[in-house]
Each structure stands twice: as C-alpha cells, then as structure tokens.
C-alpha cells in the first residue's frame, strides 16, 4: 500500500502564496498518476490538478488555471502544488491522491490526510 501525507496549508492573505507538498511511503510513486482536490466547508470535494507519472502531462480545474501549479520528483516519492495569487476562495483542506491514470475517477486508489489551506480578504 502508499501512505500519503501532505504538509505546506496555513494561513496566507489574498494574493499570497503556498506550497503544498505530498510526501509517499510503503511503495514508489514512480508509475502512479498524482492528483490534488480540495474540500471546503460545507461543500463536495472537488479537482483541482494531477500529472501523470511521467510528470510530462498536467491538468487543471478552470478555477485555479494559471495561478497552481504542479509537480513531481519521482526520486523523492513526493508531489507539490504551488499556489499563487490566492483567493478567498481557495480556502480548503486540500488532499493528495494517487491512481493508475490521469483520469480524475482513477485518482482514488490512495489519499492523504489532508492540509489546511485558509486566504484571508
């Protein structure tokens, strides 16, 4: 099995940054596809980006386009998403996943905890 962990959320104003980071343990990542989605309150748990294993191929909820970012280092079993120009809201507990393709239903295999992400006005 793959045990994920995130770590990076915090506090940050409108228009500020973070960088969230998801860290694997148990097996390498190196074949899986790896995905970020978010959960507000009071709200579904909705996409937000993945890359595929290779890193080659990325892609991105409409409403964080241009602003996240995301990434891989297969050697460090890890994935990061770097946020900017934060909003409102993108306030959430953000959740690393991982599955066998870039296929946001394939995304579910494994998840982490998850990180708070709070932006303030």
């Known amino acids: 099995q793959v045990q994920l962990v995130e770590s990076g959320g915090g506090l940050v104003q409108a228009g500020g940054s973070l960088r969230l980071s998801c860290a694997a343990s148990g097996r390498s990542i190196s074949t899986y596809a790896m995905g970020w989605f978010r959960q507000a309150p009071g709200k579904e748990r909705e996409f937000v980006a993945v890359?595929?294993?290779?890193?080659?191929?990325?892609y991105y909820a409409d409403s964080v386009k241009g602003r996240f970012t995301i990434s891989r280092d297969n050697s460090k079993n890890t994935v990061s998403l770097q946020m900017n120009s934060l909003k409102p809201e993108d306030t959430a507990v953000y959740y690393c996943?991982?599955?066998?393709?870039?296929?946001?239903?394939?995304?579910?295999?494994?998840w982490g905890q998850g990180t708070q992400v709070t932006v303030s006005s």
């Open positions: 996943a991982a599955g066998q393709t870039t296929r946001v239903a394939d995304l579910g295999d494994y």
């Open positions: 890359v595929s294993w290779s890193g080659v191929i990325t």
